[in-house]
């Protein structure tokens, strides 16, 4: 059988902080939910260390505790859009923060992921593989810090992790099928191309509900996914054994 991924962790800032922490480390200026500025004029996570002129910062944006023991091939995706000058944010992850007090106590452990080029451009983290990481209490952090020198002003939106349940994950066949997709992220026209032949391609939320279900499938192959909100999708491809392939796909 073919395993759908779940979601683990999931916080869009639409609504409010949810579970993660805000944790001011130096300086007068903190996180903010900005209301309008987030991908599709929705809210996000926004920080800036300009306040009639650059300051000394240093804020985290923490999320609650993951049992990222309890799933395999977990996937880190996340959106930023930057402008201004000034450091770089940086997303961390650690598995010995205790969840309160100073975060710069814990370990924390970067990783390579595809930044905002600036002017306000929403950009994909790009697929950042956590499947290395265990432990039973793994925060992801975003820490910004400014200086005198200088300071961008920083948005985080849609961040998602997922994985596949442990239980009974041994599934060779998973990634047993290659195909591609393209363009991803996409804003709903998707080219799916491949070389095995096929049975149908199957659309689930991020949440395991089937959105959409086609058979008669000759590669390559186009799916208009227009009606779609902006978000994360998984697309699976099936053959005639019970066997097939999934991937992520990015709707913005």
Not at 100 to 124: I, L, N, Q
Request: aromatic share 12%.
């Amino acid at each position: 059988s073919i395993v759908t991924p779940v979601v683990i962790l999931y916080q869009d800032f639409n609504n409010n902080w949810g579970f993660w922490d805000t944790v001011n480390v130096l300086g007068a200026e903190v996180w903010e939910r900005d209301n309008n500025f987030g991908i599709n004029g929705t809210p996000c996570a926004a920080m800036s260390g300009y306040s009639g002129g650059a300051q000394d910062n240093e804020d985290w944006l923490i999320s609650p505790a993951m049992n990222l023991d309890a799933y395999n091939s977990e996937v880190l995706t996340f959106f930023t859009a930057m402008d201004y000058t000034g450091p770089d944010l940086e997303p961390m992850i650690s598995t010995d923060y205790d969840g309160g007090g100073d975060p710069s106590t814990a370990t924390w452990a970067d990783f390579t992921w595809t930044m905002s080029p600036g002017s306000w451009e929403w950009t994909s983290s790009g697929e950042i593989d956590l499947s290395g990481i265990a432990g039973t209490a793994v925060y992801l952090a975003f820490i910004f810090t400014s200086t005198t020198a200088g300071s961008a002003t920083w948005e985080v939106d849609d961040v998602l992790i997922t994985g596949e349940p442990a239980v009974g994950i041994n599934d060779p066949a998973t990634g047993a099928l290659d195909f591609t997709l393209d363009p991803n992220p996409s804003k709903g026209t998707v080219h799916i191309g491949g070389s095995k032949e096929i049975i149908d391609i199957e659309v689930f939320s991020a949440t395991g509900a089937r959105l959409l279900s086609k058979d008669n499938i000759e590669l390559p192959e186009s799916l208009n996914l227009h009606n779609l909100n902006p978000g994360i999708y998984f697309v699976r491809i099936n053959t005639g054994d019970d066997t097939g392939a999934m991937q992520r796909l990015v709707i913005y």
